[in-house]
C-alpha cells in the first residue's frame, strides 16, 4: 500500500486520514505538540511532534517517494510562509515526496468584483494571510520544478460543515452587511473537500490547479441567516457598510472588502467529482448529524 503522509492534521486532515486507513494505508502525520500527537495515535496514525515555526528544533520528516497532504496553515504575520520555508528545506532528492496535495486559498486571487474567477485568473493577493498563501504556491512550486514531484493546488474557498458552524458568533450577536452590501463568495462543504483532497491525489496530474467551491454564489451574510434560521437563532443584525466600518473588528472587514466569483468547472471536469452537496442548503441540511455524516465520504471517493 501507498504511504501517506498529512502535514497539519487538523479536521480535514483528520478526515482524509480516516479514509486513507480505511483503505489500508499506512499513515503519518504532524502535530503541534504531544498533546496532538496522542490524539493522533488514538486515530490510528503515526504521529510526529513537529513545530514548523522552530526551525532548530524541527524534526526531519521522511518524506522519500510518498504522498504528501499539506494542511497546514501560514503563521500568523508577514508575508511569506515561514512554516512552508521550514517544510522545503526538508526536500532534496533523497528526501523527495512522490506527490504533494496543497490546500491554498481563494483569497490569492484578491477582490475581482464581478468577474468570474477561473483557475487562469491572474492571482493578486491583497491582504497579509493572502500574501502568505501565495508565498506557500510559490515556494512549492520551485521545489516541484527543482525536485521532480507531482504538485496540485486546491485553491479552496469558505469550508463549512459539520463542527465548522459560526454558531458560537451567532450566539454573541455577531452583525452582517445588509445584503445590498455584502460582497460575492463562495463556500464548500467539509465532507466534498475531504472527496476532492482524495480524488485529487489520485488523479491530478503535476502543475494542476483547482478552484474548489460548491459553485453556488451567495454572500456572507446570507450564511449566516441560513445558519441562525437551521438552528432557531436570532438572526443576525444587518448594517450598513458605514456602520460596519466603525463597529466590525479590522480583520472582520478585510474579509467583507472583497467579492469573487469563483467557478468550479475544471475541478468537476477534470477530476471527474460529483458534489454531495452543491449548495448551502443542502449541505446545511446534513450539519446536524455531525460525524455520521463521514460515513457517506466513504462510500462516494470511488466514483
Excluded at 504533494?100 to 477561473?118: A, E, F, K, R
Excluded at 515556494?139 to 493546488?153: N, S, T
Excluded at 472583497?258 to 452543491?278: A, D, F, Q, V, W
Aim: hydrophobic fraction near 35%.
Amino acid at each position: 500500500m501507498m504511504d501517506y503522509t498529512i502535514i497539519g492534521c487538523g479536521d480535514i486532515g483528520k478526515r482524509v486520514a480516516r479514509e486513507l486507513l480505511n483503505q489500508g494505508h499506512k499513515v503519518q502525520a504532524t502535530a503541534h505538540d504531544a498533546e496532538g500527537a496522542a490524539e493522533l495515535l488514538a486515530l490510528g496514525l503515526t504521529p510526529i511532534v513537529a513545530n514548523f515555526d522552530c526551525r532548530d528544533d524541527l524534526p526531519l520528516l521522511l518524506l522519500q517517494r510518498q504522498r504528501v497532504y499539506y494542511f497546514m496553515p501560514p503563521q500568523g504575520g508577514g508575508s511569506i510562509d515561514a512554516r512552508m520555508a521550514n517544510f522545503c528545506r526538508m526536500l532534496n532528492a533523497d528526501n523527495c515526496p512522490q506527490r504533494i496535495v496543497y490546500i491554498s486559498t481563494s483569497g490569492v486571487y484578491g477582490d475581482c468584483g464581478g468577474d468570474l474567477v477561473t483557475e487562469e485568473t491572474p492571482i493578486n493577493p491583497q491582504t497579509s494571510r493572502a500574501k502568505r498563501r501565495a508565498s506557500a504556491e510559490s515556494q512549492l512550486c520551485d521545489q516541484a520544478k527543482e525536485l521532480g514531484f507531482d504538485l496540485i493546488i486546491l485553491r479552496v474557498t469558505g469550508i463549512y460543515g459539520p463542527g465548522r458552524l459560526p454558531l458560537a458568533q451567532l450566539h454573541k450577536g455577531h452583525q452582517v452587511l445588509r445584503p445590498e452590501d455584502s460582497p460575492v463568495t463562495n463556500r464548500i462543504h467539509s465532507l466534498d473537500l475531504v472527496r476532492i483532497c482524495l480524488i485529487a491525489m489520485e488523479r491530478g496530474e503535476a502543475g494542476d490547479i483547482f478552484n474548489v467551491c460548491d459553485g453556488q454564489h451567495s454572500s456572507m451574510s446570507e450564511y449566516f441567516t441560513a445558519v441562525a434560521d437551521l438552528y432557531d437563532l436570532p438572526r443576525p443584525q444587518q448594517l450598513t457598510w458605514d456602520e460596519a466600518q466603525q463597529i466590525m473588528n479590522p480583520l472582520t472587514l478585510s474579509f467583507l472588502q472583497e467579492s469573487r466569483r469563483m467557478t468550479n468547472r475544471h475541478m468537476l471536469e477534470k477530476l471527474g467529482i460529483r458534489l454531495l452537496y452543491p449548495t448551502l442548503e443542502e449541505g446545511l441540511a446534513i450539519c446536524r448529524q455531525g460525524d455520521q455524516a463521514q460515513a457517506i465520504v466513504s462510500k462516494s471517493t470511488d466514483e
